[in-house]
């Protein structure tokens, strides 16, 4: 596995977990990290493919571990967060790219939808935080990204659910931060536009709905899962060390339009 040599951007030999990681976005960051000489646990509630994606890492010469993760139990969080450490020593950073995407007219939007929304964008964010936050205070190092969305700042038609959990997951984001600044521990986001995942099809499966989409953005196309990359390695990396609290738009210019 190549390593970069410019200190300011090296993430080899950090340990980071990477939440949703069998996902549209977690999968290509994951490798990316883990091409990059990281050690990688990929986690998510599909255990079966956590299994698999690591083991494919593993094949390649990297150093990966596939661990089951459900989002929603603080107790599966804090397992998660155990493994790396019992494999590797350490955790030095938390990708959460876990998520799901339920949206409606807000006068049909059922109590389920709201729940789940917030129970895994939202609280989930925290959860995972919250496990990963303790042995990295310990550690007197780390960084956490959570995934959010352009949705955490622009207000859609029909986003009532997502959006609050988006929103709230930034400001989550910014609160933490505050609490641990001063133990060297960061807590950052990552705003992605629309990019076509399993997440998004939706979207892409409606001409309409795809198109007003695509008009919102000013660089007048979608997101790539590539386009996040070199942003989540600048935020696990040292030349960050001054950044925490932050919610990093990578959106083509749709949060400014
Ligand atoms: N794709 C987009 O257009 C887009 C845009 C902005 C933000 N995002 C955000 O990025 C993140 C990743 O989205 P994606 O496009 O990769 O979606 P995806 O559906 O491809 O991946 C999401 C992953 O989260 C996992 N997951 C769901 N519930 C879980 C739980 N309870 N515990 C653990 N894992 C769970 C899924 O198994 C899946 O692997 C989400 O938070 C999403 O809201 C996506």
């Known amino acids: ?82 493994q790396v450490i019992q494999k590797w020593g350490r955790i030095d950073g938390v990708v959460n790219a876990s998520g799901i995407y339920r949206v409606g007219p807000a006068l049909e939007l059922a109590d389920i939808d709201w729940e789940r929304s917030i ?12 496990a990963a936050g303790g042995p990295m205070i310990r550690q007197n190092r780390g960084s956490i990204i959570t995934i959010t969305s352009v949705s955490s700042s ?7 659910a997502y959006a609050a959990s988006k929103a709230g997951a930034a400001h989550v984001t910014r609160v933490l931060a505050t609490e641990w600044a001063a133990s060297g521990v960061r ?5 992605p536009a629309v990019t076509p995942t ?7 499966d409606d001409p309409i709905i795809r198109d007003a989409a695509l008009a919102k953005i000013p660089m007048s196309r979608f997101g790539t899962p590539e386009d996040l990359l070199a942003a989540i390695i600048f935020l696990l990396a040292p030349g960050s060390r001054f950044v925490t609290g932050q919610i990093l738009y990578v959106d083509g210019g749709r949060t400014i339009s």
């Open 1 to 82: 596995m190549p390593d970069n040599h410019d200190p300011l951007f090296s993430i080899t030999e950090q340990s980071v977990l990477v939440a949703g990681g069998v996902g549209g976005l977690g999968w290509p960051i994951a490798q990316e990290l883990c091409r990059r000489g990281a050690r990688v646990a990929i986690a998510d509630i599909d255990e079966a493919k956590t299994l698999d994606y690591a083991q494919s890492l593993v094949d390649r010469g990297g150093r990966a571990l596939g661990i089951a993760l459900d989002i929603v139990a603080s107790a599966s969080c804090e397992a998660a967060v155990q």
């Open 198 to 204: 399993p997440l998004a099809t939706q979207i892409f």
């Open 187 to 191: 807590v950052n986001a990552l705003g």
């Open 154 to 160: 622009v207000a859609n038609r029909h986003y009532a």
């Open 119 to 130: 129970d895994i964008n939202l609280t989930g964010v925290f959860r995972l935080a919250r």
